[in-house]
């Protein structure tokens, strides 16, 4: 079963930029796109960002296009969410998983919360 491991959120100002890892266990990482996902208090997840298995296509939801990069290392198993220009907005738990089709299993999130 494959782990998805989230790390660098935190408490950022309004303005400020963050990057998430997503550290991934599975042995196959390399073969299939993964994508970036967030769920705000009261609200259901939402689709963020994703990337191709090679890294030359990416996908943004219309809400980050322009501030938000997704970017991968396929030999490191890890993939990235550059947050430049964050917004009170984007206070959510952030969430990694392969994409479209997510593994059955999320990882535990990582918090990101944008003072105004």
């Known amino acids: 079963q494959v782990q998805l491991v989230e790390s660098g959120g935190g408490l950022v100002q309004a303005g400020g930029s963050l990057r998430l890892s997503c550290a991934n266990s599975?042995?196959?990482?390399?073969?299939?796109?993964m994508g970036w996902f967030r769920q705000a208090p009261g609200k259901e997840r939402e689709f963020v960002a994703a990337?191709?298995?090679?890294?030359?296509?990416?996908w943004y939801a219309d809400s980050v296009k322009g501030r938000f990069t997704i970017s991968r290392d396929n030999a490191k198993n890890t993939v990235y969410l550059q947050m430049n220009s964050l917004k009170v907005e984007d206070t959510a738990v952030y969430y990694c998983?392969?994409?479209?089709?997510?593994?059955?299993?999320w990882g535990q999130g990582t918090q990101v919360t944008v003072s105004s």
């Open positions: 990337i191709s298995y090679s890294g030359d296509r990416t």
């Open positions: 998983n392969r994409y479209p089709q997510s593994f059955g299993s």
């Open positions: 599975g042995r196959t990482f390399s073969s299939y796109s």
